[in-house]
């Protein structure tokens, strides 16, 4: 990315007569390009390019289906939808500087956001878990506020908050048919997980059958890990990469907060009342997502293939364990 491409969107998103000095490629996107604008009178803010040069995820027909909870969150629309629920709400987001939906200063969706510089709340507590108590405190209020929050259907937060529907009947039925194409993709990939297909598709259905109706729909993060949670000046917590944003239920969520952190971490996030049913099918969905996605994101030219084939095969083993 050269700094002349974004010139004149971070001159209107910044204004004051600056002019863009520097671009800087942040790590770790895999669906769309992040980095960080520096103005000549050091001003900074972050740069979201939803251009499919950007998206290292090999195409799907599943690819844009906002009636599939879990079909790729990806583009402006669902980040403006997501941002605006998550703002409504009370949390601590994103300021907005500039979207730029009718692509008058770059040829693919762009936002303009404001850079929260330093760590994310990950690095901070290992660094100095003391120092990360308050953002954890506000962070596990925040969920809190989340949790209490009642949708009228499950799905696509930017789906849902324009009256649509999702096409599955229930989230445990939408779930299923997650796991079941997950299963599907690995099972392409992986010689471990084609020899335990049977078990694996008998074990998700058992799982499946043996949750009980239940009509609550809360906001859901679904990727929600302290490294997508960084701290303000006031050490407020901004979680960022929201575009997933889901209506759905609470434990997939905290399925994910087991996953992703120690027992240690995970505690000061914790509550009390998760449905054992639920979070029993959402674990071994998850671990077969977390199998699946990483193999097919392998397919293409991700760069970091060492740590994306770890995350791979740690979750294929936990998922075989739960069918030995």
Known sequence: MTRDRLAG???????GGRRLES?????GGTTKGVYRLTMDDGRTAIAYLWEESENYWPVTEHDGDLADPFSPGIGLGLFEAAHARLEALGLRVLEIHLVDRDRAYYPADLAIVEDVPGEDLMGLRDRDP???EPAMTRLAESLATMRGHRAPSFGKVGLIDAGGTS?????EQAALAFALRCLAEATARDHRIAGARVPLEERLRQLAAAVRPRAEYSVVHGELGLDHVMVDRYGQPVVIDIENLLYFDVEWEHVF???RHT???YQQLAVDGLDEDRLALYKLTQHLS???GPLRLL???FPARAFMRGVAEHHLNEALAMVR
């Open 130 to 132: 003391r120092a990360a």
């Open 9 to 15: 969107a971070a001159g209107a998103a910044l204004g």
């Open 299 to 301: 397919d293409g030219d």
């Open 257 to 259: 907060l087991r996953l």
């Open 23 to 27: 671009v800087e490629r942040l790590v």
């Open 167 to 171: 096409r599955s009947a229930s989230c």
């Open 263 to 265: 027992d240690g971490q």
């Open 290 to 292: 977390l199998t699946a």
